[in-house]
């Protein structure tokens, strides 16, 4: 049975950095593009990161541009965020899912998700 489980969250300060990190299991993880999305109290589910099944192309939402960095492991079946600068609008519940059509940035374009992950950033 497939199944990604994120891991990482944890309440930060404005400023800091921190790693997440979700681990597949039960599917050919190198077999699918994977992406993070997040959802904030009251909004929607958005786009964060996206990258592609070999790793060389990544996407990001504009907001997290240059401060967030997608990476995977496919030895390891694993695939990562890495935040830095992190502001108090990044709070949220981080998910990772993946997808067999390449990086997109739509949610019902996703084929599984993991159960979420907090990340909470103190202002």
């Known amino acids: 049975q497939a199944q990604l489980v994120e891991s990482g969250g944890r309440l930060v300060q404005a400023g800091a950095s921190l790693r997440l990190s979700c681990a597949a299991s039960g599917r050919t993880f190198s077999s699918y593009a994977m992406g993070w999305f997040r959802q904030a109290p009251g909004k929607e589910r958005e786009f964060v990161a996206a990258?592609?099944?070999?790793?060389?192309?990544?996407a990001y939402a504009d907001s997290v541009k240059g401060r967030f960095t997608i990476s995977r492991d496919n030895a390891k079946n694993t695939v990562s965020l890495q935040m830095n600068s992190l502001k108090f609008e990044d709070t949220a519940v981080y998910y990772c899912?993946?997808?067999?059509?390449?990086?997109?940035?739509?949610?019902?374009?996703?084929?599984?998700w993991g159960q979420g992950n907090q990340v909470t950033v103190s202002s």
């Open positions: 990258i592609s099944r070999s790793g060389g192309r990544t």
């Open positions: 899912a993946d997808s067999l059509r390449g990086i997109v940035v739509v949610t019902t374009l996703y084929d599984y």
